[in-house]
């Protein structure tokens, strides 16, 4: 069962998106700081950037257009014009979804902006840039110095721009699932609304208090607050987002059971007179046509779920969004086996079978275009260092050429010093390159590893999953067949044992290879994984991270989550511990991850490490990186690995 409402931080940067005009109306333009250059024609500028501001123009199109008035406007000392030309480039850069040009272009219109208002402007639109790109230190980062500008020039001047604020700050708090912090923001967020009557933004913030107590299956608040929404809309004759609340409100029924109802308000999102209102029409066709099958799927309307299924399947496909597609054809492949459609629903999991793979496919040419990129880098410093060390030995047949003719006395004794710092120079690269050699071997060991745990991690959900499933609908079917062969005990026992293998399968496929670390940062990864052990057992795990961690290559992220899962697992199984702290810390280069229990602990000196110490040791090494174990009996165990990030090549 899929959501259809978009989850909280989601709806947050929908607020988020009206910068220009929450921020703009409280301020004056400040006077240009710098003066301009005598001949500026700064009407002719101003003509050009309005004439590339078309609303249906091409974005590239208009970043073509911008590049003449921004280069007048830099030459002639213009910052006004400058500001307004990069500020006009990054919002094409967002409407091509090109974030990280859209990042830049921001930053050299933050370095033109002369104004509060241009400032904060800025520092918003870069933070909720790299939200959306998952980097939250960076966008926690930008906002902070927003908001500080903004307190700094003028703390009363715009409360628009505090909302603004106040909602980024709480999408930053429920990603981390800081809960009285993501309220707290939500209410103050709230209280500016109301006290300045922006009763679209009201609605904004009753939306994300309704998907929050949804997230959280509080569902009766979930409801008050999404009608509350509703009924502002209403009364205020807003348009732009009646189909974000239809949406909302039908994916609350739907959780609730209420599918009747949760249909009909699916329908109603999709009305056209509030569709083209909507910031994202094709998003809300695509999942609300998703809810309204959902729903009569359990209604067991099951022919009419088809119907409109199969057409918001074909739009969705235009728009290459893989995951929700393999959510629809699971969803086929479930009505096609409530009504005997058998064959159908096989075709349906082949399909989820070749998206998959088309995804693995993807994934197959990144890591061969890393592998490449870092072969093409080994051979530039191996080359760099052939160089540098013919250039040395030039020097020193030079340098001994000038000595002998000086004295054959001072030759020797200066020879011996040369062959004295050769030989020592020697020893140093030998060992450098002994050192270098052991790394690449423990990481070959341990990518061997992982890549055979990928490929069986592979095999297990792609291969025994995939049979397994099809097993499963070749046993449903024996009930067409004979009808009474369900209310058997053996029959029943046989479906449930299936059921436990395939989720023991899926499981196991995880545990291998887990995906999750190629789709969000590290720090989160743990973080989810974390979560996951203590809803299994009393374990509690407290999760700190410190620290941007976006320069973490692939293969650095990989091994410490298998780290930590080797840590988590030892206090687990051996340490008797009920509270554990996993903590990460960044600065500049240095990287520290701690793990620390409250358990019985051990002698260090006295035990012998097992096979999982073992496989840590060679991944610290493998990292040249350094790995402390500290334990008494009695006082716990604490694990430190230290780590020099290397800057990764270009």
Not at 107 to 135: D, T
Not at 221 to 237: D, R, T, V
Not at 581 to 601: R, Y
Not at 604 to 624: C, F
């Amino acid at each position: 069962m899929y959501r259809h409402i978009a989850p909280l931080p989601f709806l947050l940067l929908r607020g988020m998106g009206l910068f220009v005009l929450l921020i703009c109306i409280g301020y004056s333009c400040a006077a240009q700081t710098t003066a301009l250059k005598p001949g500026t024609d700064t009407l002719l500028i101003r003509r050009l950037l309005t004439a590339a501001d078309k609303p249906q123009a091409d974005p590239d199109s208009v970043i073509h257009l911008c590049q003449e008035p921004l280069k007048l406007s830099i030459a002639g000392n213009y910052m006004q014009g400058a500001q307004e030309a990069w500020k006009l480039i990054a919002k094409m850069y967002s409407k091509k979804s090109d974030n990280p040009q859209a990042i830049h272009a921001n930053k050299q219109a933050l370095s033109y902006a002369s104004s509060v208002a241009q400032k904060v402007n800025c520092y918003l639109n870069i933070g909720a840039l790299y939200y959306e790109e998952g980097n939250y230190a960076l966008s926690s980062a930008s906002f902070d110095s927003g908001l500080n500008e903004l307190q700094k020039e003028a703390p009363k001047d715009d409360p628009k721009a505090y909302f603004v604020f106040y909602n980024a700050l709480a999408a930053l708090n429920s990603h981390f699932k800081q809960d009285s912090n993501t309220l707290y923001y939500l209410d103050k967020a709230e209280d500016v609304a109301r006290k300045e009557k922006l009763y679209f933004n009201v609605a904004v913030v009753l939306c994300n208090k309704a998907s929050y107590f949804q997230d959280h299956r509080r569902l009766d608040s979930a409801l008050k607050y999404m009608l509350e929404a509703k009924a502002i809309n209403e009364k205020n004759n807003l348009k732009n987002n009646e189909s974000e609340v239809d949406q909302g409100l039908g994916s609350i029924y739907f959780d609730s059971g209420l599918y009747e109802k949760a249909a009909a308000y699916f329908k109603a999102a999709l009305a056209p007179e509030k569709l083209r209102y909507s910031e994202e029409p094709d998003n809300i066709e695509i999942f609300s046509s998703y809810g309204i099958a959902q729903s009569l799927f359990h209604l067991k309307r099951y022919q009419e779920a088809e119907a409109i299924l199969v057409p918001a399947m074909r739009k969705a496909a235009t728009l290459d969004v893989k995951e929700s597609s393999m959510d629809a054809y699971s969803t086929l492949a479930e009505i096609y086996k409530a009504t005997g459609q058998y064959k159908k629903a096989l075709d349906c999991e082949d399909s989820i079978m070749v998206l998959k793979d088309s995804v693995y496919a993807v994934e197959k040419v990144t890591a061969f275009n890393q592998l490449q990129i870092k072969f093409q880098t080994a051979e530039k410093d191996k080359q760099l260092s052939q160089n540098q060390l013919m250039i040395a030995q030039q020097k020193n047949k030079i340098a001994r050429k000038n000595i002998w003719l000086l004295s054959i006395g001072g030759s020797l004794l200066l020879l011996l010093l040369v062959s004295g710092a050769v030989y020592l120079q020697t020893i140093h690269k030998q060992k450098t390159l002994e050192k270098e050699n052991e790394i690449g071997i423990l990481k070959a060991a341990v990518a061997g590893g992982d890549n055979e745990r990928s490929r069986i991690a592979r095999e297990l959900h792609d291969g025994i999953g995939g049979m397994l499933s099809a097993a499963m609908m070749r046993f449903s079917s024996m009930h067409h067949e004979n009808p009474a062969i369900t209310q058997t005990v053996a029959y029943r026992d046989a479906m449930g044992m299936l059921r436990e293998m395939g989720d023991e399968i899926r499981k196991t496929a995880h545990n291998l290879m887990p995906d999750v670390l190629l789709k969000q940062s590290l720090p989160e990864a743990v973080r989810l994984f974390c979560n996951n052990v203590q809803e299994e057992g009393t374990l509690k795990i407290d999760f700190q991270a410190y620290g941007p961690f976006d320069e973490l290559t692939q293969e650095y992220k990989l091994n410490l989550y298998r780290i930590i899962q080797e840590l988590v697992k030892n206090a687990i199984i051996h340490s008797g511990a009920d509270r554990v702290i996993v903590q990460f810390l960044q600065n500049e280069n240095k990287l520290m991850v701690s793990v620390e229990d409250n358990g019985i602990g051990f002698s260090v000196n006295e035990t012998k490490g097992g096979l999982g110490l073992s496989n840590i040791h060679t991944r610290v090494r493998s990292m040249d990186g350094h790995f402390t174990l500290e334990s008494e009996p009695g006082k716990g165990t604490t694990a430190i690995i230290e780590l020099e990030l290397k800057p990764q090549a270009t």
